[in-house]
C-alpha cells in the first residue's frame, strides 16, 4: 500500500507554507524515530526553516548507541516544545498517545501531519504519509525530501541509513525489499560511514550490558506448548537488573533480538521493568506464524506484523498470563 498522491500534495504544501515547525516521535525513541526527527529537521532547517524536535518522556538522553547522529543540536527537551504549534509533524508514532506527555500538542498545534509506517496507526492528526509496507519511517522521510526538493547530503544520509539498519535489523527482516536497497545505495553513495554506523549500533556495548545479557538469557524459559503449539520463549529485565549494570531500558533493547533466535519458539518475549514509570514494558517478537502486532494491539499496544509491543500495569505473573492467552488464541499464518 503506497501513499495516495494527494496525501503527498497535503504534506507537500504543509511543509512548504510552515515557517515553525516542531517534530516530535514516539517515547523512549529506538533508531528509526530519533533519525525520521534528526533528518527531517536537519534538511529543513538548512533550507531556512525554525525547527525543534523532541519526545515525550524521560530520561531526555540520546542513547549511547545513537551519539554519533548528526543534527543532535535540534533536539530540545520536552518542557522546551512550543505549547501550539504552526506545524507539528510526528513520526514512527502509531497512535497519539505514544508522544507520551507531548500528546496534547495534537490538540494545541495549527496543523498536525503523521509521518508513519505502522500498520496500527490510528490516523490521528490532520494530515497524513502512512504507508504500513515502508520498511521505516526512514523510508517516507526520503521521499518526503525528494518531493520537497531537499537533498540528501551526508547528514541527512547518515540518520537515514541508521534508520534503514535499524528497523529491517542490518537488511534481514521481510521488510528488506529491493526500493531498501536502492535507497541505501543511494546513502552510501554520498560517502557516509556505513561501517561506523553498524559498529555504534550494533557492535558496541558496555561490559555491563554483556553481563546482563548473561544473567537475563540465564534465566528465559522455553514454553513449547504455548502460542497454540507453536512455542514461546520470554524473559524478564527486572529494575534490580538495570541497576546493577548501571543500565537504563533504552540499553537493553538489542536483548529480544538474542532470545528470538532459540529455533523451538516461534515468540519471544522480553518484559522489561521501567524505572521511571514503574510499569512493564514488553517487546515481542514472531517468526512470521502469528501476527504479534494484532496481539500487541490488542492488549493496548501496537508494532509491526512480526515486531510489537505493549505496556503492561500488571505484575510478572499477570502479564505473562495475559499475554500466554493472548497469543493461544492468536491465528496461525501461513510462512
Ligand atoms: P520494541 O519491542 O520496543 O522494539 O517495539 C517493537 C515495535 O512495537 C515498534 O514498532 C514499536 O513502536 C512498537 N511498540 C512497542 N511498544 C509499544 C506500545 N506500548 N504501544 C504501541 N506500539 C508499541
Ligand atoms: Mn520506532
Ligand atoms: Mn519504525
Known sequence: MSIPERDWQTAT??????RDVVLACHVAPDGDALVSM???GAALRRSGVRVCASWGSSPFEVPD???FLPALDLLVPTEQVPAAPELLVTLDTGSADRLGVLVDRVSTSAAVLV????PSNTL???AHLVDPDAAAT???VAELLDRLGLPLDPEVATALYTGLVTDTGSFRHASTSAHVHELAARLLATGIRHDLISRAIYDTQSFGYVQLLGDVCARAVLEPHAVGGLGLTWTVVEGEDLARHGLGLADVEGIIDVLRTAREAEVALVVKYD???????VSTRSKGAVDVGEVCTALGGGGHRFAAGFTSYDDLPTTLDIVRGALAGAPHLPV
Not at 504544501?13 to 510552515?18: E, K, P, V
Not at 524505572?275 to 514494558?281: F, G, M, T
Open 115 to 118: 509521518v508513519d509506517h505502522h
Open 275 to 281: 524505572p521511571e514509570d514503574s510499569l512493564y514494558k
Open 13 to 18: 504544501a504543509l511543509l512548504s507554507s510552515s
Open 138 to 140: 526512514a523510508v517516507v
Open 38 to 40: 534528526l533528518a527531517l
Open 65 to 67: 548507541a545513537y551519539s
Open 124 to 126: 490521528y492528526g490532520t
